[in-house]
């Protein structure tokens, strides 16, 4: 104890009156005397308590002794005890601080923080007054997450950074704020600060009378808070005189404190016991309000040292999210708001608004780098480099020369650090050791320059810290070191690789191109080497080429027969492929190796894109028709280029799906047929599970999932779940659409498909675009928000595609598309016609049917939710009798449909022989049991080519609606007798949807389909709504045939009966 207290005879006690003098020794040494008075003998006694002497001199006459005390000490009290002892036995016990005191100590604090809790523009310019700005007018919101207590793995949102303040603060309430470097966690305690000094914050807190904002780094493991507090300067020359009271008001009142810890990873007294470190771990102060920020790996081990302290106040800082990016570029070019739009949109091209611009920093320094430049390079690579070059020009100005790194040895760094950091990456190292610098001067220079950071809890030297070697508390040098981020060690490590020649460059890169796995995880590195110059981009696109088509699962991508998370890769890595082509700016000089990937060998499929694949795409399009210009926008000369070539594109599809309603569903599954065997599995590995664990999984996941598989089983309900949410994170923007509609019609193209994107906008540019492509044998434009104005935009597109096999206009509210239709006779060879779901006018119905006569070789017509009325029957029946091969057919019976009208048209489609997919809806009248029969009779039995058929009353009933007009028993004998017999020998599906049917006739039906599903179980039955349930179901999820595990399910509702 004795040694430990007089090791510490550098600390200063109580308005550093007492020095403490080294231990007595046989040979007593004279007691030590400070300038203000005190001097302190101390010596263990036989017993092991601590004999403590102290005098006081007069200032005047240090060798008066005007008053003494002598106690003793429990051996283990702390170096406070035996400072507030001492005090209080040589003075007497401070007094408490006055109102008037307290008042003049919280509007020090207040002062201080109004005056000094500012923004620095540019975190190396301490010096320029111009490099700060009020919070004001530049903080904006960070992206927040709260993690839950007890469930780790579950995140929440928070909407304002003021929320970290619970509403009822408790005792011993600590909050946990971690994030990486630059993440503004900084920022974010001093606008708290702030707003505390100006009254801003929840009254609960508003009203506590002192607030402590301090930088953990610049205190030691001896310091006490009032120390730190006095260190700091937050406090005027004014308040020093109330220093042993403001100690004694503290630990009396803790309730009455808000303490804001900064950056407890640079904190040196990190579990040394000391005051503030028992503070952190709340053994002291534990009535005290306090707020930990830190980066990740100390956050964590706090976590585990003290794991019920921050259990309910865990966050985790994002930086910014994209919307709090355009926030904080808005308000930094507030005055220039042209300036700020034009860097938006280039942020937005570039995807820098979802990838470094959300680190507040770099966003900051973005931001500062536009101002200067009015641009931002075209290139992802070219912007790394202008930050570079702007932070090092920066580092010059603001450093005296004394300190400075000169020109060569900048360079000379440079070239060093780029080989240490391909090394990093290609052991996926982002942390090194300092004997891994080359030398000295190499780390040194380096960290001088702001290229590398410390990464362990280090703290700085008293003198400036940005002209100094890292040191340790002991003084040491610091161990382990990390690039300013990961994307600059990453660029570092692309300047490095581009020196190379062909040979080195494809060993060192040899593991980078193993798989699809290993590419993606260095796309950075790669996009980065393709903006070097186009000899390098040829040889980065030939490697990822070659990686794709020997792909195993190449086939299944195609084919659409793979995994999400599988189908997600792949496509990304295809995204990878045309993000290294826009990088080149090689103007088409590698569309050759781009054929390679698009022409028969793999379909352009891209789904949920981000801006910068959009981009990618945009640019590949554009020089898709470029012959031999090879004029490079890089610094190698034009040689460096290959010739180029006419780019040649098979299938084109830019989609948008979502998990949000019920068609989104149904859409989803249609496309990825995988999601629906996934599902199958998971129900079955969930079902297993007691349902108190299916129940506590379903609170996690509830708010994912669509409205219609909310009454399925929970096991059902959670297989899904993965799907929705997956779908949820994988979001695209199409906000630059029309940039890929202008460039679309330069390269060759088969087919086009564009679906569930807004495309009002661009709609007539892409027609005209369209124009110009005599062999496009599709166009699929499903749910693309087109109106009845677009119409005559497309009527004259088909007039130049007379190759138009596929024309899909499905979920588009058109109405009238007799501009359309009547243009049928310039497509001949369509073979498929969808205008489901389109709202057709019976003109446009009329019209349609009047020119069936041009597209004989038509084998689907989809016209569901068009009502056919009786006046068109006729034209309809004329225009089916002119089609050859129809295999395929949907209608919708209108309300009003006379019964004589509905047997024509019953007689025409019994003459469709071929037909394999029937779909009638709309009946739903007070004749549909007449109809149902008349269908069952008379048209069934000549249709031996059905695979499908589907029979629906009115979407969207409930099933109390459905009730008003059932289909009787005997009708539904019919139809079963129809299963039983073999009449329908190749039918697979039967769906009877929104109809109601009695109970006799139900069960004869649902033993039909079991004998059915006896022979193949393949058949596949849906009845909805039949029973208690009145949500609509996704037709994906039906057909997976959900009902067979209903009743280990005991919450579950009734599944339909079979």
Same mark, same amino acid.
């Not at 990618?616 to 028709?625: D, N, Q, V």
């Not at 599809?653 to 496309?671: P, Q, V, Y």
């Not at 109390?960 to 039918?987: F, V």
């Given at each position: 104890?004795?040694?430990?207290?007089?090791?510490?005879?550098?600390?200063?006690?109580?308005?550093?009156?007492?020095?403490?003098?080294?231990? =007595?020794?046989?040979?007593?040494?004279?007691?030590?005397?400070?300038?203000?008075?005190?001097?302190?003998?101390?010596?263990?006694?036989?017993?092991?308590?601590?004999?403590?002497?102290?005098?006081?001199?007069?200032?005047?006459?240090?060798?008066?002794?005007?008053?003494?005390?002598?106690?003793?000490?429990?051996?283990?009290?702390?170096?406070?005890?035996?400072?507030?002892?001492?005090?209080?036995?040589?003075?007497?016990?401070?007094?408490?601080?006055?109102?008037?005191?307290?008042?003049?100590?919280?509007?020090?604090?207040?002062?201080?923080?109004?005056?000094?809790?500012?923004?620095?523009?540019?975190?190396?310019?301490?010096?320029?007054?111009?490099?700060?700005?009020?919070?004001?007018?530049?903080?904006?919101?960070?992206?927040?997450?709260?993690?839950?207590?007890?469930?780790?793995?579950?995140?929440?949102?928070?909407?304002?950074?003021?929320?970290?303040?619970?509403?009822?603060?408790?005792?011993?309430?600590?909050?946990?704020?971690?994030?990486?470097?630059?993440?503004?966690?900084?920022?974010?305690?001093?606008?708290?600060?702030?707003?505390?000094?100006?009254?801003?914050?929840?009254?609960?807190?508003?009203?506590?009378?002192?607030?402590?904002?301090?930088?953990?780094?610049?205190?030691?493991?001896?310091?006490?808070?009032?120390?730190?507090?006095?260190?700091?300067?937050?406090?005027?020359?004014?308040?020093?005189?109330?220093?042993?009271?403001?100690?004694?008001?503290?630990?009396?009142?803790?309730?009455?404190?808000?303490?804001?810890?900064?950056?407890?990873?640079?904190?040196?007294?990190?579990?040394?016991?000391?005051?503030?470190?028992?503070?952190?771990?709340?053994?002291?102060?534990?009535?005290?309000?306090?707020?930990?920020?830190?980066?990740?790996?100390?956050?964590?081990?706090?976590?585990?040292?003290? =794991?019920?302290?921050?259990?309910?106040?865990?966050?985790?800082?994002?930086?910014?999210?994209?919307?709090?990016?355009?926030?904080?570029?808005?308000?930094?070019?507030?005055?220039?708001?042209?300036?700020?739009?034009?860097?938006?949109?280039?942020?937005?091209?570039?995807?820098?608004?979802?990838?470094?611009?959300?680190?507040?920093?770099?966003?900051?320094?973005?931001?500062?780098?536009?101002?200067?430049?009015?641009?931002?390079?075209?290139?992802?690579?070219?912007?790394?480099?202008?930050?570079?070059?702007?932070?090092?020009?920066?580092?010059?100005?603001?450093?005296?020369?004394?300190?400075?790194?000169?020109?060569?040895?900048?360079?000379?760094?440079?070239?060093?650090?780029?080989?240490?950091?391909?090394?990093?990456?290609?052991?996926?190292?982002?942390?090194?050791?300092?004997?891994?610098?080359?030398?000295?001067?190499?780390?040194?220079?380096?960290?001088?320059?702001?290229?590398?950071?410390?990464?362990? =809890?280090?703290?700085?030297?008293?003198?400036?810290?940005?002209?100094?070697?890292?040191?340790?508390?002991?003084?040491?040098?610091?161990?382990?070191?990390?690039?300013?981020?990961?994307?600059?060690?990453?660029?570092?490590?692309?300047?490095?690789?581009?020196?190379?020649?062909?040979?080195?460059?494809?060993?060192?890169?040899?593991?980078?191109?193993?798989?699809?796995?290993?590419?993606?995880?260095?796309?950075?590195?790669?996009?980065?080497?393709?903006?070097?110059?186009?000899?390098?981009?040829?040889?980065?696109?030939?490697?990822?080429?070659?990686?794709?088509?020997?792909?195993?699962?190449?086939?299944?991508?195609?084919?659409?027969?793979?995994?999400?998370?599988?189908?997600?890769?792949?496509?990304?890595?295809?995204?990878?492929?045309?993000?290294?082509?826009?990088?080149?700016?090689?103007?088409?000089?590698?569309?050759?190796?781009?054929?390679?990937?698009?022409?028969?060998?793999?379909?352009?499929?891209?789904?949920?894109?981000?801006?910068?694949?959009?981009?990618?795409?945009?640019?590949?399009?554009?020089?898709?028709?470029?012959?031999?210009?090879?004029?490079?926008?890089?610094?190698?000369?034009?040689?460096?280029?290959?010739?180029?070539?006419?780019?040649?594109?098979?299938?084109?599809?830019?989609?948008?799906?979502?998990?949000?309603?019920?068609?989104?569903?149904?859409?989803?599954?249609?496309?990825?047929?995988?999601?629906?065997?996934?599902?199958?599995?998971?129900?079955?590995?969930?079902?297993?599970?007691?349902?108190?664990?299916?129940?506590?999984?379903?609170?996690?996941?509830?708010?994912?999932?669509?409205?219609?598989?909310?009454?399925?089983?929970?096991?059902?309900?959670?297989?899904?779940?993965?799907?929705?949410?997956?779908?949820?994170?994988?979001?695209?923007?199409?906000?630059?659409?029309?940039?890929?509609?202008?460039?679309?019609?330069?390269?060759?193209?088969?087919?086009?498909?564009?679906?569930?994107?807004?495309?009002?906008?661009?709609?007539?540019?892409?027609?005209?675009?369209?124009?110009?492509?005599?062999?496009?044998?599709?166009?699929?434009?499903?749910?693309?928000?087109?109106?009845?104005?677009?119409?005559?935009?497309?009527?004259?597109?088909?007039?130049?595609?007379?190759?138009?096999?596929?024309?899909?206009?499905?979920?588009?509210?058109?109405?009238?598309?007799?501009?359309?239709?009547?243009?049928?006779?310039?497509?001949?060879?369509?073979?498929?016609?969808?205008?489901?779901?389109?709202?057709?006018?019976?003109?446009?119905?009329?019209?349609?049917?009047?020119?069936?006569?041009?597209?004989?070789?038509?084998?689907?017509?989809?016209?569901?939710?068009?009502?056919?009325?009786?006046?068109?029957?006729?034209?309809?029946?004329?225009?089916?009798?002119?089609?050859?091969?129809?295999?395929?057919?949907?209608?919708?019976?209108?309300?009003?449909?006379?019964?004589?009208?509905?047997?024509?048209?019953?007689?025409?489609?019994?003459?469709?022989?071929?037909?394999?997919?029937?779909?009638?809806?709309?009946?739903?009248?007070?004749?549909?049991?007449?109809?149902?029969?008349?269908?069952?009779?008379?048209?069934?039995?000549?249709?031996?080519?059905?695979?499908? !058929?589907?029979?629906?009353?009115?979407?969207?009933?409930?099933?109390?609606?459905?009730?008003?007009?059932?289909?009787?028993?005997?009708?539904?004998?019919?139809?079963?007798?129809?299963?039983?017999?073999?009449?329908?020998?190749?039918?697979?599906?039967?769906?009877?949807?929104?109809?109601?049917?009695?109970?006799?006739?139900?069960?004869?039906?649902?033993?039909?389909?079991?004998?059915?599903?006896?022979?193949?179980?393949?058949?596949?039955?849906? !009845?909805?709504?039949?029973?208690?349930?009145?949500?609509?179901?996704?037709?994906?999820?039906?057909?997976?045939?959900?009902?067979?595990?209903?009743?280990?399910?005991?919450?579950?509702?009734?599944?339909?009966?079979?």
């Amino acid at each position: 104890m004795t040694d430990k207290l007089c090791d510490m005879n550098r600390t200063a006690a109580m308005e550093d009156q007492t020095t403490y003098c080294k231990k =007595p020794g046989k040979e007593d040494p004279q007691p030590v005397r400070s300038e203000t008075g005190v001097s302190v003998n101390m010596a263990e006694s036989e017993v092991g308590n601590l004999n403590v002497s102290a005098v006081v001199h007069s200032k005047n006459d240090p060798q008066s002794e005007t008053t003494g005390a002598k106690f003793h000490m429990d051996s283990g009290a702390s170096i406070n005890q035996l400072n507030m002892t001492i005090y209080q036995h040589t003075y007497g016990h401070p007094s408490a601080l006055t109102e008037v005191e307290l008042f003049r100590c919280r509007d020090d604090l207040r002062s201080y923080y109004k005056t000094n809790c500012k923004i620095r523009l540019l975190p190396w310019l301490k010096r320029d007054p111009r490099n700060r700005l009020e919070m004001k007018d530049l903080f904006i919101n960070l992206y927040l997450l709260y993690e839950m207590p007890n469930a780790f793995d579950i995140e929440v949102r928070i909407n304002k950074y003021s929320d970290v303040f619970p509403l009822t603060p408790g005792e011993g309430m600590r909050t946990i704020i971690r994030g990486k470097a630059g993440a503004g966690k900084t920022t974010l305690l001093e606008k708290l600060a702030l707003e505390w000094a100006e009254g801003s914050l929840p009254p609960t807190y508003s009203d506590k009378p002192l607030l402590f904002l301090l930088k953990m780094k610049h205190i030691t493991s001896n310091d006490t808070l009032v120390d730190a507090v006095f260190r700091q300067g937050l406090f005027g020359r004014n308040i020093q005189k109330l220093k042993s009271k403001l100690n004694v008001f503290i630990e009396d009142n803790p309730k009455k404190i808000i303490l804001l810890l900064d950056a407890v990873d640079e904190y040196s007294g990190y579990g040394s016991n000391g005051q503030l470190d028992s503070i952190i771990h709340n053994d002291s102060m534990k009535c005290a309000f306090v707020i930990v920020t830190t980066r990740p790996w100390r956050a964590f081990e706090i976590l585990d040292r003290s =794991p019920d302290t921050y259990s309910s106040r865990n966050y985790e800082v994002k930086g910014y999210s994209q919307e709090q990016v355009r926030g904080y570029v808005s308000r930094f070019f507030e005055k220039k708001s042209e300036m700020g739009e034009c860097l938006l949109k280039q942020l937005k091209e570039t995807g820098l608004d979802t990838g470094i611009a959300t680190i507040p920093i770099m966003c900051m320094l973005i931001c500062a780098l536009f101002r200067k430049r009015k641009s931002l390079p075209k290139t992802m690579s070219k912007i790394y480099k202008a930050l570079y070059d702007y932070f090092i020009q920066h580092y010059d100005e603001d450093k005296n020369d004394s300190t400075k790194v000169c020109k060569n040895e900048q360079l000379d760094t440079f070239k060093k650090l780029g080989k240490l950091a391909f090394s990093g990456l290609m052991q996926n190292k982002l942390i090194f050791e300092k004997n891994e610098f080359v030398d000295v001067n190499l780390l040194s220079n380096a960290y001088k320059m702001g290229l590398v950071l410390q990464s362990n =809890p280090n703290i700085m030297s008293d003198n400036d810290a940005e002209t100094k070697t890292p040191v340790s508390e002991e003084g040491e040098e610091s161990d382990y070191y990390d690039f300013f981020h990961k994307t600059f060690q990453e660029w570092f490590g692309a300047r490095y690789l581009a020196d190379k020649d062909i040979v080195a460059f494809k060993h060192l890169c040899e593991p980078v191109f193993t798989d699809i796995n290993s590419c993606l995880d260095k796309e950075l590195l790669l996009v980065f080497l393709s903006g070097e110059n186009c000899k390098v981009a040829g040889l980065v696109t030939s490697e990822l080429v070659r990686v794709l088509l020997n792909c195993p699962y190449l086939g299944d991508y195609n084919e659409n027969k793979l995994a999400l998370q599988k189908t997600r890769s792949m496509q990304e890595f295809i995204e990878l492929v045309l993000k290294c082509n826009r990088e080149s700016q090689s103007q088409g000089s590698l569309n050759d190796l781009l054929n390679k990937v698009f022409e028969k060998q793999c379909c352009a499929r891209f789904t949920n894109i981000t801006t910068s694949t959009l981009q990618a795409i945009t640019y590949m399009l554009k020089f898709g028709g470029a012959t031999n210009n090879c004029e490079s926008q890089n610094e190698s000369s034009s040689a460096d280029c290959m010739s180029t070539f006419k780019l040649r594109i098979e299938d084109l599809k830019i989609s948008c799906f979502r998990a949000e309603t019920n068609g989104d569903i149904d859409n989803l599954w249609g496309e990825f047929h995988a999601v629906g065997e996934q599902h199958k599995e998971k129900c079955k590995n969930l079902s297993i599970l007691p349902n108190y664990k299916l129940q506590s999984y379903l609170e996690e996941v509830k708010d994912d999932l669509p409205e219609g598989v909310q009454h399925l089983p929970l096991a059902h309900k959670l297989a899904f779940a993965d799907t929705c949410k997956f779908i949820q994170k994988w979001k695209g923007d199409y906000t630059y659409m029309g940039c890929v509609v202008e460039n679309i019609c330069f390269s060759e193209i088969t087919n086009l498909t564009i679906n569930g994107i807004d495309m009002s906008d661009h709609c007539e540019i892409l027609c005209k675009n369209l124009e110009n492509m005599k062999s496009l044998k599709k166009v699929d434009l499903c749910s693309t928000s087109l109106k009845v104005m677009h119409c005559r935009y497309i009527g004259k597109m088909l007039e130049s595609l007379p190759c138009l096999c596929v024309l899909n206009l499905y979920e588009n509210m058109l109405e009238d598309v007799r501009e359309i239709v009547q243009r049928l006779e310039y497509i001949r060879c369509l073979t498929r016609l969808d205008l489901d779901v389109t709202n057709l006018t019976t003109e446009s119905i009329a019209a349609l049917a009047q020119n069936l006569k041009w597209v004989k070789n038509l084998e689907r017509l989809y016209i569901r939710s068009s009502s056919l009325e009786n006046s068109v029957v006729d034209d309809l029946v004329n225009g089916l009798n002119e089609i050859c091969d129809l295999r395929r057919l949907s209608i919708t019976l209108g309300d009003e449909l006379s019964y004589e009208n509905i047997n024509i048209l019953v007689k025409c489609l019994s003459k469709i022989r071929n037909l394999e997919l029937a779909y009638i809806d709309g009946l739903f009248s007070p004749m549909i049991n007449k109809v149902f029969q008349l269908l069952v009779t008379d048209l069934l039995p000549h249709l031996k080519k059905l695979k499908s !058929l589907r029979l629906q009353g009115r979407y969207g009933l409930s099933v109390k609606e459905t009730k008003r007009y059932g289909i009787s028993n005997a009708t539904a004998k019919l139809l079963a007798t129809k299963l039983n017999t073999g009449s329908l020998p190749n039918l697979m599906v039967l769906r009877l949807t929104y109809l109601w049917i009695e109970e006799e006739g139900l069960e004869a039906i649902s033993s039909g389909v079991r004998r059915r599903k006896q022979e193949n179980k393949s058949f596949q039955f849906e !009845l909805y709504p039949n029973d208690n349930n009145s949500v609509y179901v996704p037709q994906a999820v039906l057909l997976t045939n959900l009902n067979t595990d209903a009743k280990k399910d005991c919450n579950a509702t009734k599944e339909p009966s079979y």
